[in-house]
């Protein structure tokens, strides 16, 4: 099965506020974009995954992540996370319609592409599925087969949320850098144990992390 992905980044402005305690003002905006960065090229790199569309109205992440080769969809509901991977799951299959879909988070920078194949591999058998955060209360990705609807409920408790809209859950082990999504300094720590993809080495190293 061929996947097409969606990934939804709001303004970089805006981005990762609980990230207060470990950057400052100033070096947030650059965190989250090479988190994303390093999400969407470990995507594309990932098997099985035929392309990539980022929903965003930040010119910004837009011309980068463009750069890398997603296809950016700007963010017209402005209406919030689910409202933007609705449009974008909309836009993917009025270009696609044959495509199944996967939202996937913009904050993974660990993401390793065999480890994203091996999700996508397990959630081809079910009309939709998701796999739970490391956290296990978030999600990560939520996936839909071609005939399936995408049906989107990210946000508080999302994991209780998409089981109770009927997605199966994916219990898999040693898929660690699919579950590690990064909104906290102990986040961003997890992910750089596990060993995150370059620009965000490279962002985080003008950070004094506590533990690394």
Known sequence: ???????????LAL???RLADTAADGLRPGLALAFAEDTVAAALASPGVRDVAVVTD???AARSLAALGARIVPDEPRAGLNAALAHGAAAVR????????????????????PEL???????AEFPRAFLADAAAIGTTLLTAAPTSALRPAFGVDSRARHRA?????????AVDSVRQD???GEDLRAALALGVGPRTAA????????GQ
Do not use: Y
């Not at 809209?165 to 082990?173: F, N, Q, S, T, Y």
């Open 58 to 60: 930040d010119a910004l």
């Open 203 to 210: 962002a985080t190293a003008r950070l004094l992390i506590p």
């Open 94 to 113: 009025a270009f696609r319609p044959d495509s199944a879909l996967a939202a996937l988070n913009a904050d993974l920078p660990a993401l390793r592409p």
């Open 1 to 11: 099965m061929q996947w097409s992905l969606v990934i939804p980044l709001k303004p």
């Open 15 to 17: 981005a990762k506020s």
């Open 182 to 184: 990064v909104d906290t």
């Open 117 to 123: 194949a091996r999700v996508l591999e397990a959630a």
């Open 165 to 173: 809209r009927g997605a199966e859950e994916l219990r898999l082990d």
